[in-house]
C-alpha cells in the first residue's frame, strides 16, 4: 500500500540554524500540506501546495518557512532560522482529490536547542 | 473558518464496552468530517470520513461514526472496545486543509 514519507525522522538543530524536512507523498497525489504539532497540543495546519504553488497558508507560516517540490517526487519544508518554539513534530500529508482524506507521514521531530 | 470540538481530554472505558468519542464542528457549507488516530510515536492514521450520503460512516479496525446534521456532532463509536484501541484520537473538518480538534485520549482497561 503506498504511503507517505518522511526524512529524518527526528531531527536536532541549534538555534539560528536552517533546517530542511524532506517529504515523498504519495505518487498520484496532486495536494500537498504541512503540519505541525507542539508537545501537547493539537495538529495545526501550516500550509497547502498544489500546482507548484502555495495555495494556503496559516499564520504560523512566517517568512522564515519556505516549501518546495524540487522535482516530481519530494516536499520540502525548509525554515531559514530555527527557534526554540519551532520545536515540533512535523508531519506531510498528501491527498489525491479536494474532497478526500488526507495521509499522513510520520512525522519529523525537530528539536531546536 | 471551520473548527471542531473534542470536548473530552480523555476517555476510559473496560475492555469490551462500547467506546465513544464525541466530536462536534462548525462549518460553513456542507462538512467534510474525519477522524484519526495517533499511536505513540507514529502519524495519524485515517479511520474514516463522512462527505455526503449515509449519516453512519464505517471506517477501519471496526470504528463508525454517526453525522449528526441537527446536533452539528460526529461521534466516533466502537460497539467493543480492545485494549489495542488506546491511543489519540482526533476530529477534523476539512475546507481545503484540515482543521483538527484538540484530541481525546482512549484508554482501554484490560
Known amino acids: 500500500e503506498p504511503e507517505v514519507t518522511q526524512t529524518p525522522s527526528h531531527q536536532v538543530t541549534q538555534m539560528g540554524q536552517e533546517v530542511i524536512l524532506r517529504c515523498v507523498p504519495i505518487?498520484?497525489?496532486?495536494?500537498f500540506y504541512w503540519y505541525r504539532q507542539i508537545l501537547g497540543q493539537k495538529v495545526e495546519f501550516l500550509v497547502s501546495?498544489?500546482?507548484?504553488?502555495?495555495?494556503?497558508k496559516s499564520e504560523i507560516f512566517d517568512d522564515q518557512f519556505s516549501v518546495e517540490r524540487p522535482d516530481g517526487s519530494n516536499f520540502t519544508l525548509k525554515i531559514r532560522s530555527t527557534k526554540l518554539e519551532d520545536s515540533a513534530m512535523y508531519f506531510c500529508?498528501?491527498?489525491?482529490?479536494?474532497?478526500?482524506?488526507?495521509?499522513f507521514g510520520p512525522g519529523t521531530r525537530l528539536t531546536v536547542l | 473558518a471551520q473548527s471542531v470540538a473534542q470536548p473530552e481530554d480523555q476517555v476510559n472505558v473496560a475492555e469490551g464496552n462500547p467506546l465513544t468519542v464525541k466530536c462536534t464542528y462548525s462549518?460553513?457549507?456542507?462538512?467534510?468530517l474525519f477522524w484519526y488516530v495517533q499511536y505513540p510515536n507514529r502519524g495519524l492514521q485515517f479511520l474514516l470520513k463522512?462527505?455526503?450520503?449515509?449519516?453512519l460512516v464505517k471506517g477501519s479496525y471496526g470504528f463508525e461514526a454517526e453525522f449528526n446534521k441537527s446536533q452539528t456532532s460526529f461521534h466516533l463509536k466502537k460497539p467493543s472496545a480492545l485494549v489495542s484501541d488506546s491511543a489519540l484520537y482526533f476530529c477534523?473538518?476539512?475546507?481545503?486543509?484540515?482543521?483538527f480538534g484538540a484530541g481525546t485520549t482512549v484508554t482501554v482497561r484490560a
Open positions: 500529508a498528501s491527498r489525491a482529490g479536494t474532497s478526500g482524506e488526507q495521509f
Open positions: 501546495f498544489y500546482n507548484n504553488e502555495i495555495s494556503e
Open positions: 463522512y462527505i455526503t450520503g449515509d449519516n
Open positions: 505518487s498520484n497525489h496532486l495536494y
Open positions: 462549518v460553513s457549507g456542507n462538512p467534510y
Open positions: 477534523a473538518a476539512n475546507d481545503y486543509k484540515l482543521s
